[in-house]
């Protein structure tokens, strides 16, 4: 029953560069409000990075001009993490959201390590 599956995440070097993958075998993200999240430990969960349905972006301040979020196809969505630094480690999450219907589905999430 996983909708939302993530990869792409490992161990990196600061300054090293990642992207990460979700992928859905059921949800039609082009009707989804798609979105990575993150969640360091001892840290409340937070939004890195979102696309709405119609294809507006935001960013958090602190991954603005290193991260670009992209929904490439119908059930593909990507995050590109360039010029990683310690303080980007954290489990990520992809996240969709269908606020007409009232559902979200997180995925599992995925660990990115970045040593400084």
């Known amino acids: 029953q996983v909708q939302l599956v993530e990869s792409g995440g490992g161990l990196v070097q600061s300054g090293g560069s990642l992207r990460l993958s979700c992928v859905s075998s059921?949800?039609?993200?082009?009707?989804?409000?798609m979105a990575w999240y993150r969640q360091a430990p001892g840290k409340q969960r937070e939004l890195v990075a979102r696309?709405?349905?119609?294809?507006?972006t935001n960013y958090a301040d602190s991954v603005k001009g290193r991260f670009t979020i992209t929904r490439e196809t119908k059930n593909t969505l990507y995050l590109q993490m360039n010029n990683l630094n310690p303080e980007d480690t954290a489990v990520y999450y992809c996240?969709?959201?269908?606020?007409?219907?009232?559902?979200?589905?997180w995925g599992q999430g995925t660990q990115i390590f970045v040593s400084s």
């Open positions: 996240h969709a959201d269908h606020s007409l219907l009232n559902r979200t589905v």
């Open positions: 059921t949800l039609n993200f082009m009707f989804w409000h």
């Open positions: 696309v709405s349905a119609d294809g507006v």
